[in-house]
């Protein structure tokens, strides 16, 4: 990409910011380089621009990349930033959209997955570090235990820096809230709805039975109606939520180049073939290949759909 504004839909326009990755794809990798293989900002016009989306992280799954920050996106709406989920790299991401990190005060997070959870200790405590006084929000299932092991995590950091001057403690900044199916978060600029996917299924006698969803999320804004469908399977529920959204965000995947990367680091080969059986499941039930996500955004009638969250290898 050359970092070109390109035509968008809808009275949107894409700006794309290359990253330094080349070389071929297959052709799964082609439709989602456009816009998973980089920084895209999805606006509206900039004559009566409100409400900007930006792909902070785009790679999908736990494995690290050299040049991709794992799932995160930056919604910013009158001026405030809404996060919605915290992969790994998303505080440097944030600053390098040419944003103020320490303002990123309500974040969304679609499950507790490590990809979309992996940078979330690290934007806590920068906001604590420098000096942020309002509080902040973190919204979705299993938050709270997530933000309290943060906060454990950093303790040694913090009563260091006590020492150092600072006089807030992080448990008064930090305020995580699990929350239900339904309207969860609402403001002067967005209504925020959620809705349980098909990301687990969990069986009676799991130990995630029961404690943690995994959730989609619409943002509502004076303009635009932006949906986030976090990882999910095909999902009628999600359809129902996304109709009529103007941008439809979505993860993507391609279950063989899962495991041909699996095998290519030798993580294929150490799992069990019960281990084995169970991950082909989880790939083909609990998320979306193209063909899925083209008759999904096809159903709700959305007018431009993201491929983001993609796993190369």
């Known amino acids: 990409m050359d970092g070109r504004d390109k035509p968008g839909h809808d009275g949107f326009k894409i700006v794309t910011l290359p990253l330094t990755r080349r070389g071929r794809g297959s052709c799964v990798k082609g439709i989602s380089l456009l816009l998973a293989g980089l920084i895209a900002v999805v606006a509206a016009n900039h004559a009566s621009a409100e409400t900007t989306l930006i792909t902070l992280g785009t790679r999908g799954g736990p494995l690290p990349s050299k040049d991709r920050a794992q799932t995160s996106n930056l919604l910013v709406v009158n001026g405030t930033l809404y996060l919605i989920d915290a992969g790994d790299g998303v505080t440097r991401r944030i600053v390098q959209a040419g944003y103020d990190f320490r303002k990123a005060g309500k974040i969304f997070i679609t499950h507790a997955h490590s990809d979309h959870t992996n940078g979330l200790a690290t934007l806590l405590n920068s906001e604590w570090e420098y000096q942020r006084a309002e509080p902040i929000d973190i919204y979705g299932s299993g938050v709270e235990p997530l933000v309290k092991g943060a906060i454990?995590?950093?303790?040694?950091?913090?009563?260091?820096?006590?020492?150092?001057?600072?006089?807030?403690?992080?448990?008064?900044?930090?305020?995580?809230?699990?929350?239900?199916?339904?309207?969860?978060?609402?403001?002067?600029?967005?209504?925020?709805?959620?809705?349980?996917?098909?990301?687990?299924?969990?069986?009676?006698?799991?130990?995630?039975?029961?404690?943690?969803?995994?959730?989609?999320?619409?943002?509502?804004?004076?303009?635009?109606?932006?949906?986030?469908?976090?990882?999910?399977?095909?999902?009628?529920?999600?359809?129902?939520?996304?109709?009529?959204?103007?941008?439809?965000?979505?993860?993507?995947?391609?279950?063989?180049?899962?495991?041909?990367?699996?095998?290519?680091?030798?993580?294929?080969?150490?799992?069990?073939?019960?281990?084995?059986?169970?991950?082909?499941?989880?790939?083909?039930?609990?998320?979306?290949?193209?063909?899925?996500?083209?008759?999904?955004?096809a159903k709700a009638g959305v007018k431009a759909v993201v491929m983001t969250s993609r796993r190369d290898n």
């Open 152 to 297: 454990d995590y950093l303790t040694p950091n913090t009563e260091i820096r006590l020492n150092e001057g600072k006089a807030r403690p992080m448990a008064d900044t930090f305020h995580a809230h699990d929350v239900l199916p339904g309207v969860i978060y609402q403001d002067a600029n967005v209504k925020v709805t959620a809705v349980e996917n098909t990301h687990f299924n969990f069986k009676p006698g799991m130990v995630a039975y029961g404690k943690y969803r995994s959730y989609s999320y619409r943002f509502e804004t004076p303009d635009k109606v932006v949906f986030f469908t976090g990882d999910t399977g095909p999902s009628d529920a999600v359809v129902e939520l996304a109709k009529g959204a103007d941008i439809y965000v979505t993860e993507t995947s391609a279950a063989d180049d899962v495991i041909e990367l699996y095998k290519k680091t030798g993580a294929w080969q150490l799992k069990t073939p019960a281990e084995q059986e169970g991950f082909l499941r989880h790939m083909h039930e609990e998320h979306v290949t193209p063909e899925d996500i083209g008759k999904m955004a």
